[in-house]
């Protein structure tokens, strides 16, 4: 095989290749960038921030200190919470879904329940807290394009191995039909390595979730959880203890029930 055709092949395939695979890490950048810019505005929330985190930390444990900073809700010695006075105005709403729901499944007991008792017994607060968790993304990765077509993954291969044969058989006479024959090597060489930059260049492997995961693990407590233990290190002490409780005591504090007047069944006159 003459030289001269073996270069003219291999080279410009292997332009094309990188050509490519640099428009790709482009769309890719911009891509992570969109991703990323995703998950900023959803950590924007502090309540989102303080999902990933681990207990005491976590955005449970700040939506019942906001409560508290608030005035909504009070904590004994026992880490019981019970809702104050002020919970029951729509005025002094929390203004988050989460400390919201907190709230809502204070009220809906009849006597003081540890925070601990409403996060594992509480269905309708674990459903508020599924829900908030759909804000955030599943994946930063999203849309991430698949792998070459098989077809051209093949014809790929194939020219190589026609390169690589021909320049095996051929016996280049003079120095340009040489600088031929090392231009298709080159660009062979260059082919084979072009298969994992193609694999960086369209994300393989990227780990910006992980590094997001870690930044949330790592990010600043929560503001409420820091006000409360600036102004009351007592009440904060208490919520820690409130979610260490499980088990129901005397004070069950289970769910509130209605009575026929408030539940507008008939009450029977016999």
Known sequence: ????????????????????????????????????????????????????????????????????????VTVNHRGNLSPAPAATDPARSPGHPLPEALLAALLRRSAPATLGGIVLRDTEFEAARREFGKARPELLTVGEPAGPAGLVLYLVMAEMLFCVFGLMSAQPDGGAEWTAAWAAWTAVIAQIVWFPVYDRARGAGWKGDADVVAATHHAPTHPALRALDVRDPEAFRRLRVSRLRTRRGRNRGRPRRRTPAESGAPVSSG
């Open 1 to 72: 095989m003459h030289a001269y055709t073996l270069a003219s092949v291999a080279v410009p395939v292997t332009a094309a290749l990188y050509g490519g695979g640099a428009v790709l890490r482009r769309r890719t950048a911009a891509r992570h960038r969109r991703a990323l810019d995703r998950w900023a505005a959803v950590l924007a929330d502090p309540y989102q921030a303080a999902a990933g985190r681990w207990w005491p930390d976590d955005a449970v444990q700040a939506a019942a200190a906001r409560l508290v900073l608030d005035g909504l």
